[in-house]
């Protein structure tokens, strides 16, 4: 069964950081890009940043450039978000869900598997 596992999420203060990392199991993440999303209640799910399966194409939603970087670790079946400088407005359940090269982004329609999500919380 091919499954996404997202941890890292916590309660931080503004200014913060964290390190999300998402974990594939039941099949390989080499061969797929992947996507970081995140939504709150009152919002509609939202693109944050997305690797190529080779780590040669990174994309990042304008909220979070110079703050966020994303990175994989094919050896580790692992993909990171280090998110830095990070605001209230950052707050939100953040997903990881994987698709092929030729159709990532930011929009979720493309993705075919999802994680359960992790939350974030960034508050004083």
């Known amino acids: 069964q091919k499954q996404l596992v997202e941890s890292g999420g916590d309660l931080v203060q503004p200014g913060g950081s964290l390190r999300l990392s998402c974990v594939a199991s039941g099949f390989t993440l080499d061969t797929y890009a992947i996507g970081w999303f995140r939504q709150d209640p009152w919002k509609e799910r939202e693109g944050v940043s997305c690797?190529?399966?080779?780590?040669?194409?990174?994309y990042y939603a304008d909220s979070v450039k110079g703050r966020f970087t994303i990175s994989r670790d094919n050896a580790k079946n692992t993909v990171y978000l280090q998110m830095n400088s990070l605001k209230p407005e950052d707050t939100a359940i953040y997903y990881c869900?994987?698709?092929?090269?030729?159709?990532?982004?930011?929009?979720?329609?493309?993705?075919?598997?999802w994680g359960q999500g992790t939350q974030v919380t960034v508050s004083s």
């Open positions: 869900a994987a698709t092929g090269d030729s159709v990532m982004g930011l929009t979720p329609g493309p993705y075919d598997f």
């Open positions: 690797i190529s399966s080779s780590a040669g194409t990174t």
